[in-house]
């Protein structure tokens, strides 16, 4: 893992995160990609993994942005409240928008209309998690349109049990096909009210896919529909092949007796996101860059 120490404020580091998470590729993900290019079978598939992690290296070494479609960046603020935190996170934003650069994707979602800043109402995307630690922590998940325009939330009759949220989760990804650019992490989020199902789905994208999930249960789910799935034979960029999902990370909250909430979250090939951990001390950051 690749760790930075730098003196820096909350803009300055909101900026190097999102730098981090757009020209660095996650090290856990870098060596899911290599290891499904190493046995893809299917030599369409294997040219496009050798393509993906070709245009790595190249974004890596230049320091651009690994995908055109930079993304809507949505932050994980772990500890302590702080009110000026968002403030700073929407001036690192707008300076790493100019910077980087970033494309300015936020727009009104009735006119269109996009003032180049990757701001706007409701912009920058903040969830505040709660936490014992003395320390504030910092993550960013940046998601583009071609995986995130795939989500789906189905409110299934508690009677389709484990067996019809499996099918739920298959369909999803089958029917979402090349548009979410596989081979990607699926995140499944099961329970909760309808609105929580959603945000779990996406918030376990950002942790990584090397962690074992601690619910043995949730964890033999992600087993099964990892098979599954890489036997569909979607494939690469939907083109065919054995490398149709590097992971499947699935989190569930409780819910009403009377309903199970499911969603599906995608994360493409290049699930972005970058952490940093604020102390008493210097920022540092856990990337854990695959080069």
């Known amino acids: 893992m690749s760790v930075i120490k730098l003196p820096e404020s909350i803009e300055d580091v909101v900026v190097n995160l999102l730098r981090l998470a757009n020209t660095k590729l996650p090290q856990d993900i870098g060596w899911a990609l290599e290891s499904a290019a190493a046995w893809e079978p299917n030599a369409i598939a294997s040219t496009q993994l050798g393509a993906v992690l070709d245009n790595v290296r190249k974004a890596g070494l230049l320091g651009r942005p690994m995908c055109q479609d930079t ?78 325009n795939m989500t789906r939330l189905g409110m299934l009759d508690p009677s389709d049990g484990v067996a019809g949220v499996m099918r739920f989760v298959v369909d999803a990804v089958l029917d979402a096909g090349g548009r979410p650019c596989p081979p990607g992490v699926v995140g499944v989020g099961i329970g909760g009210m309808a609105d929580e199902c959603v945000a779990m789905a996406k918030r376990v994208l950002a942790r990584p896919i090397d962690e074992e999930n601690p619910d043995p249960v949730l964890r033999e789910m992600e087993e099964d529909l990892f098979v599954r799935l890489n036997g569909s034979g979607l494939g690469p960029m939907g083109l065919g092949g054995s490398a149709t999902v590097l992971a499947v990370r699935i989190d569930k909250a409780h819910c009403h007796t009377a309903s199970l909430p499911v969603a599906v979250n995608i994360g493409c090939w290049a699930t972005r996101r970058a952490s940093v951990r604020l102390g008493a001390g210097d920022a540092v950051y856990s990337q854990g860059a695959w080069l």
């Open 71 to 148: 993304g809507i960046p949505v932050f994980y603020v772990k500890g302590g409240y702080d009110p000026s935190i968002a403030d700073a996170i929407a001036r690192g934003v707008e300076r790493a928008t100019r910077e980087i650069p970033l494309r300015p994707n936020t727009v009104d979602p009735l006119t269109r209309e996009n003032d180049g800043r990757n701001l706007g109402r409701g912009m920058p995307v903040i969830h505040h998690l709660p936490s014992d630690g003395d320390y504030t922590e910092i993550t960013v998940l940046v998601k583009g349109a071609g995986s995130e």
